[in-house]
């Protein structure tokens, strides 16, 4: 299946579910308050690989004083977002952008807070570290959430798969240690509960395959992508004790 096809059909499979990972906005918030910032502030905020904007309109909300710039590789998310900003009031105080996350257009040292739920490992855990610390302001915030062993040592068929899809997967003291090399000081962490996998991403992702599946009744590659779907959502639900998104709150030094 080539990359246009993927998108597209991805693209029409999540456009009405709000969520394009796994995540909570309970668990937004509890990150935001993890970062010590203070919510009065007019802070600058960029929201790196947004989606359609679970987490971007949870930020607008908690931090009324700032502008958040919310940054994806698709302008059709973005377009998704905007409505939502606009239906929710908050529609002035978001930019978007349509940009790789490797090649950011911010300036340096122009940022307060760097968010990203789930999206980091698009280009690496590390290289993500990197690449971003120059846009914070010293002492300015990173908080991410990113794919983790719960435990060392697990099974083979789950280890497998992962080292497949992101050999980054690691443990949350290896990408703790990973954060302070590349020189931030962690805050705060917290693991993601099943829910935020179940409830909030698959289940709700599991009950629009029937109708994106009659749309495309004539595309063999809309079966594709619900069985990779329905394998994901098969794979946590068997290894949920063994890996999840760790959320690291983090300060750059």
């Not at 010590?36 to 947004?50: E, P, Q, S, Y």
């Not at 059709?76 to 490797?102: N, P, W």
């Amino acid at each position: 299946m080539d990359a246009q096809t993927l998108f597209t059909l991805m693209f029409d499979l999540y456009r009405d579910g709000g969520r394009q990972g796994p995540g909570g906005e309970t668990e937004t918030r509890r990150a935001l308050e993890l970062t010590r910032l203070r919510v009065t502030d007019a802070l600058r905020v960029a929201d790196i690989g947004c989606g359609t904007g679970a987490s971007t309109l949870v930020l607008a909300n908690q931090l009324p004083c700032s502008q958040i710039t919310a940054v994806d590789l698709f302008p059709e998310f973005l377009e998704v977002l905007q409505h939502r900003a606009d239906a929710a009031g908050c529609l002035k105080r978001i930019e978007t952008r349509a940009e790789s996350m490797d090649s950011l257009s911010f300036a340096a040292e122009s940022l307060d807070l760097i968010w990203s739920e789930g999206a980091i490992y698009n280009i690496g855990f590390r290289k993500g570290l990197e690449a971003w610390r120059p846009f914070l302001k010293p002492g300015g915030v990173l908080a991410v959430s990113e794919i983790t062993w719960l435990h060392p040592n697990p099974p083979e068929e789950i280890l497998q798969h992962w080292n497949s899809e992101y050999p980054e997967i690691a443990t949350a003291a290896d990408k703790i240690g990973t954060l302070e090399s590349a020189g931030y000081d962690l805050i705060g962490y917290f693991v993601l509960p099943a829910s935020c996998w179940l409830s909030n991403y698959y289940e709700a992702t599991e009950a629009r395959i029937s109708a994106f599946l009659a749309r495309h009744a004539d595309k063999p590659e809309a079966t594709q992508v619900a069985e990779m779907e329905r394998h994901e959502s098969e794979l946590y639900r068997r290894f949920q004790n063994w890996f999840s998104y760790g959320f690291y709150v983090t300060r750059r030094r």
